[in-house]
């Protein structure tokens, strides 16, 4: 007898599911667009589906929080080298500066996690913008509004 077989279902919590489908991405640029299917309780974070068309840099930038992310389509090369394809995972932990491009002819698009914030800086150390869950939830409520979109339940 398996620990699943003795556990009554009213034990079990319902599941939060989001259909991609009806929900939007959201332009940041001409290059870039993201979709929220998450903002974590307490703006401890997001979770996102990322897509770069070839060629777009995302700049450099430094994490408060850890970073999960997983290639599912395309291309991109880090500052340091490497070249994260298809299937491919990268975790950042805390305190992580770097930059990268969509290298190849396939736009990219990940599956994000990111705990904390993402400040985006220059070349002096100074942060110019930041993004968070509570930033991402404003754009992503912005976006629906101006567009007549519905929302979705997309908090914990």
């Given amino acids: 007898m398996t620990a ?8 079990f919590l319902p599941a939060r599911i989001a259909a991609t489908a009806d929900t939007p991405w959201i332009p940041m640029s001409v290059e870039k667009s993201w979709k929220p299917l998450r903002f974590l309780k307490d703006g401890r974070g997001f979770v996102e589906l990322l897509r770069m068309r070839p060629g777009a840099v ?7 929080g850890e970073i999960h992310a997983y290639n599912l389509a ?16 990268v975790y950042e932990p805390p305190g992580n500066t ?8 396939e736009e990219m698009t990940a599956l994000v996690v990111v705990i904390g914030a993402v400040e985006f800086i220059d070349a002096g150390g100074n942060v110019k913008s930041r993004a968070d869950a509570h930033s991402q939830l404003q754009a992503y409520r912005d976006h629906c509004v101006r567009h007549g979109l519905a929302l979705r339940d997309l908090v914990d």
């Fill in 58 to 64: 995302m700049p450099l930038h430094r994490h408060t």
């Fill in 74 to 89: 395309g291309t991109r090369t880090l500052c340091t080298g490497e070249v994260i394809g298809p299937g491919d995972y």
């Fill in 98 to 105: 770097d930059w990268w491009k969509v290298t190849g002819e």
């Fill in 4 to 11: 699943f077989s003795r556990t009554p279902l009213q034990d």
